[in-house]
C-alpha cells in the first residue's frame, strides 16, 4: 500500500535562505507526483507536477526534483520570501487511477523577515 | 489558468438541514472531486467523477451524495446534515493525461 511521508512537520528558516522540502514515497510505481501549496483556510494551489517519466520541473524559484528509485521528491524554494510561508503538500498518483492520488501530512513552512 | 469556484466560502448550518455545496469549473475537464479537509486527517476523498452523470466513491461516501448534470459544475450534497461533518471542503478538477488537480478556494462549513 502506498504511503506518503513529509520531514519535517514544520520548518522555520530566515528570509532569504534556500530551501528543501522532502517527500517520500513507499512503491516507486507512481504515474505522477504533484506538489501543492496551502494558505491558512484557503484551497490548494498546484505549484508543480513531475510525471513518472520526468526527473524535475521548474517554475521561478521553484525546482521539483522526482527519483523513483528511492522513492523520494524534494521541493527545492530558492532565495525564501515571508510569502512562501504556508503548508507545503505532496501528493503521488497511482498507476492506472485517474482520480486517485495519496497524500503527505504536509510540510508548515515559516520564513522569518 | 483553469479556474475553480465554489459556492460559498463560509457556511452555517442547522443539523438535520440538507446542505448543497457548488463547484464549478471553467476549463472543460472531465474529471471533478469533492475533498473534506479535518485537522489531523488531511485530505479525504468523498466522491469523484469521471463523466456527466458518472460518479465513484471515494474513501468517505457514508453521508454524502453528489450530482453532476453538466460537465462544469459538480454538487456534493449532505441530505441531513450532522456535526460531524463540520469541515473545510475542498472541490478539485482534472484532465486526463495529464492528471492534474486544480483546486477551488474551499467552503468552510459548519453545522451547529
Known amino acids: 500500500k502506498q504511503e506518503v511521508t513529509q520531514i519535517p512537520a514544520a520548518l522555520s528558516v530566515p528570509e532569504g535562505e534556500n530551501l528543501v522540502l522532502n517527500c517520500s514515497f513507499t512503491?516507486?510505481?507512481?504515474?505522477?507526483l504533484q506538489w501543492f501549496r496551502q494558505d491558512p483556510g484557503k484551497g490548494l494551489t498546484s505549484l508543480l507536477l513531475i510525471q513518472s517519466s520526468q526527473r524535475e520541473q521548474t517554475s521561478g524559484r521553484l525546482n521539483a526534483s522526482l527519483d523513483k528509485s528511492s522513492g523520494r521528491s524534494t521541493l527545492y524554494i530558492a532565495a525564501s520570501q515571508p510569502g512562501d510561508s504556508a503548508t507545503y503538500l505532496c501528493a503521488v498518483s497511482p498507476p492506472g487511477s485517474n482520480y486517485q492520488l495519496i497524500w503527505g501530512a504536509g510540510t508548515k513552512l515559516i520564513i522569518k523577515p | 489558468d483553469v479556474k475553480v469556484t465554489q459556492s460559498s466560502r463560509y457556511l452555517v448550518k442547522r443539523t438535520g438541514e440538507k446542505v448543497f455545496l457548488e463547484c464549478v469549473q471553467d476549463?472543460?475537464?472531465?474529471?471533478m472531486f469533492w475533498y473534506r479537509q479535518d485537522p489531523g486527517l488531511g485530505l479525504r476523498l468523498i466522491y469523484f467523477s469521471y463523466d456527466v452523470k458518472m460518479k465513484e466513491k471515494g474513501d468517505i461516501p457514508e453521508g454524502y451524495s453528489v450530482s453532476r448534470e453538466k460537465k462544469e459544475r459538480f454538487s456534493l450534497i449532505l441530505e441531513s446534515a450532522s456535526t460531524n461533518q463540520t469541515s473545510m471542503y475542498l472541490c478539485a478538477s482534472s484532465s486526463q493525461p495529464r492528471n492534474e488537480q486544480f483546486f477551488g478556494p474551499g467552503t468552510r462549513l459548519t453545522v451547529l
Open positions: 476549463m472543460d475537464h472531465e474529471n
Open positions: 512503491d516507486s510505481a507512481i504515474y505522477n
